[in-house]
Structure formats: structure tokens, C-alpha cells
T-cell receptor
Framework: DQQVKQNSPSLSVQEGRISILNCDYTNSMFDYFLWYKKYPAEGPTFLISISSIKDKNEDGRFTVFLNKSAKHLSLHIVPSQPGDSAVYFCAASALGNEKLTFGTGTRLTIIP | KAGVTQTPRYLIKTRGQQVTLSCSPISGHRSVSWYQQTPGQGLQFLFEYFSETQRNKGNFPGRFSGRQFSNSRSEMNVSTLELGDSALYLC????????????FGEGSRLTVL
């Protein structure tokens, strides 16, 4: 049972445009959401997070939006740069539980 | 500050063998988690240790086991290897209370022939 879903395995975006990566979850106990970025032959690195008490969090070019009623979150990257080409994983955790549940990832390719 | 170190980086085993993977967390981090990454499955949670105690366990068979030492270093063991165990095994460490902000190592790539 995939509790965190990333339905787009891949996404291609022109350099300078906005990249939007989507994630859906089913477990209503999740209260904290994170995005990780992974380059080949490296471990995932933390990108940005959002608590369920917020609906938006920004960090430079990266913004995460959370829609609790729809159990949906999205990551916006503006403007997209070639170095953003990587696999992006959405993850979620429940209060008091260190375990992260990850989605299957979306491979983002930025076209110069 | 050194990152999370995993050894070995690559290894090849045959079916039926067993394997032990090692993880040294970031200095000061006492929580260590293990994940399995396979194509199309994302990262699947294996287990999490804190102060030498297993706090969480994922849905993996008993062939998968782990432990944590007093210096926070951790090992995971897979016995009676199967072809489907071929994967990237990732270790991550974190500070207590850092809600989900894990620091990952580069992983150990296991191939089972």
C-alpha cells in the first residue's frame, strides 16, 4: 500500500521556467512533509519541509504547498536551473514517529 | 563535519549468502535509519535505531536485521540472500527531534547473482 504517491515518474522543463512536482498521500496521520533531492551515486539530500499547520513554505527558489483537504503537496522550483536535474522524493512522517514514508520519486530534467 | 559514511560502497553476493553493511553517522547524531531503494519502489523503510534500541521497523522479512553500537555506529545484516534483495541500501542519521530531516550516506549497492 503506497501511502505516499508521486504519479509522474519523469518531468522535463525548459531552463528558466517553473518546475512543479506533485505528491499525494493517503494517511491522515501524516503531519510533516519533506522533499529530498537525489543525484546519481549520491544519497538523498534534504531540500525543504512543511508542517501540517502551514499551507506554504518558501526557501529561495523552492516553495512547497500543502493542501490538507486534498492530501496533496507540490514543490515549485522557480526559475529552474540545469543543476536542478535530479530525482525528487516526497516524504511524510507522523507526529512522534521518526520513520519517513517516501514516494517513488520524480526524475526532473531541466533542458538548457 | 564528516557526513554519514557507509561501507562497503559496492558488493556482489550470490543467492543464499549473507551480507553485513556498516554505517557511521554524523558525529553527535544518535538516531540511525536504514532504507532500501529499488527501481520503481522508491525508498522503503527498514528500521530505525536510537541509543542502541530499535524504535521502528518496516515491513521486511526477518532475514533483514540490524543493530546499533554504543558509539551510534550501526550495521544491518541480510541473511539467505535472494535475487530481489539487489538494491541500494541507504543509511541516514539525525538529531533527536529533527522531525524527518535525515542526513543520508551515499549508500551500499548490493548485487545478488
Amino acid at each position: 500500500d503506497q501511502q505516499v504517491k508521486q504519479n509522474s515518474p519523469s518531468l522535463s522543463v525548459q531552463e528558466g521556467r517553473i518546475s512543479i512536482l506533485n505528491c499525494d498521500y493517503t494517511n491522515s496521520m501524516f503531519d510533516y512533509f519533506l522533499w529530498y533531492k537525489k543525484y546519481p551515486a549520491e544519497g538523498p539530500t534534504f531540500l525543504i519541509s512543511i508542517s501540517s499547520i502551514k499551507d506554504k513554505n518558501e526557501d529561495g527558489r523552492f516553495t512547497v504547498f500543502l493542501n490538507k483537504s486534498a492530501k496533496h503537496l507540490s514543490l515549485h522550483i522557480v526559475p529552474s536551473q540545469p543543476g536542478d536535474s535530479a530525482v525528487y522524493f516526497c516524504a511524510a512522517s507522523a507526529l512522534g514517529n521518526e520513520k519517513l514514508t517516501f514516494g517513488t520519486g520524480t526524475r526532473l530534467t531541466i533542458i538548457p | 563535519k564528516a557526513g554519514v559514511t557507509q561501507t562497503p560502497r559496492y558488493l556482489i553476493k550470490t543467492r543464499g549468502q549473507q551480507v553485513t553493511l556498516s554505517c557511521s553517522p554524523i558525529s553527535g547524531h544518535r538516531s540511525v535509519s536504514w532504507y532500501q531503494q529499488t527501481p520503481g519502489q522508491g525508498l522503503q523503510f527498514l528500521f530505525e535505531y536510537f541509543s542502541e534500541t530499535q524504535r521502528n521497523k518496516g515491513n521486511f522479512p526477518g532475514r533483514f536485521s540490524g543493530r546499533q553500537f554504543s558509539n551510534s555506529r550501526s550495521e544491518m545484516n541480510v541473511s539467505t540472500l535472494e535475487l530481489g534483495d539487489s538494491a541500494l541500501y541507504l543509511c541516514a542519521s539525525s538529531l533527536p527531534g529533527e522531525h524527518g530531516e535525515l542526513f543520508f550516506g551515499e549508500g551500499s549497492r548490493l548485487t545478488v547473482l
